[in-house]
């Protein structure tokens, strides 16, 4: 049974940092695209990153520069660094697997639970 786990949201202020986790059990997801959506009240689930050996780090243009996607292939996880947060970065993240480091929702296959970022002064 697959399982993907976030960790690492929380409350702080703008400008902060947060780092975000998720890590995969279940099957090795190697050769997969580990990425990372977010969803704000009302508004529709957006893409935010992914990351696979294939096509390397893709970004949505709203946290280029800001955000870092990584993984350890080793260990199943995928991590986002979050710099120079803003208010319109609160969402509830979620982590998602797909077989190609797709934009689209609907591409992936696994996903999370979701952590809550809030940025908010």
């Known amino acids: 049974q697959v399982q993907l786990v976030e960790s690492g949201g929380g409350l702080v202020q703008p400008g902060d940092s947060l780092r975000l986790s998720c890590a995969a059990s279940?099957?090795?997801?190697?050769?997969?695209?580990m990425g990372w959506f977010r969803q704000a009240p009302g508004k529709e689930r957006e893409f935010v990153a992914v990351?696979?050996?294939?096509?390397?780090?893709i970004y949505a243009d709203s946290v280029k520069g800001r955000f870092t996607i990584s993984r350890d292939y080793a260990n199943n996880t995928v991590y986002l660094q979050m710099n120079n947060l803003k208010p319109e970065d609160t969402a509830v993240y979620y982590c998602?697997?797909?077989?190609?480091?797709?934009?689209?929702?609907?591409?992936?296959?696994?996903w999370g639970q979701g952590t809550q970022v809030t940025v908010s002064s």
């Open positions: 998602a697997v797909g077989d190609r480091a797709a934009r689209g929702p609907d591409e992936y296959d696994y």
């Open positions: 279940g099957r090795t997801f190697s050769s997969y695209g």
């Open positions: 990351r696979s050996r294939s096509r390397g780090s």
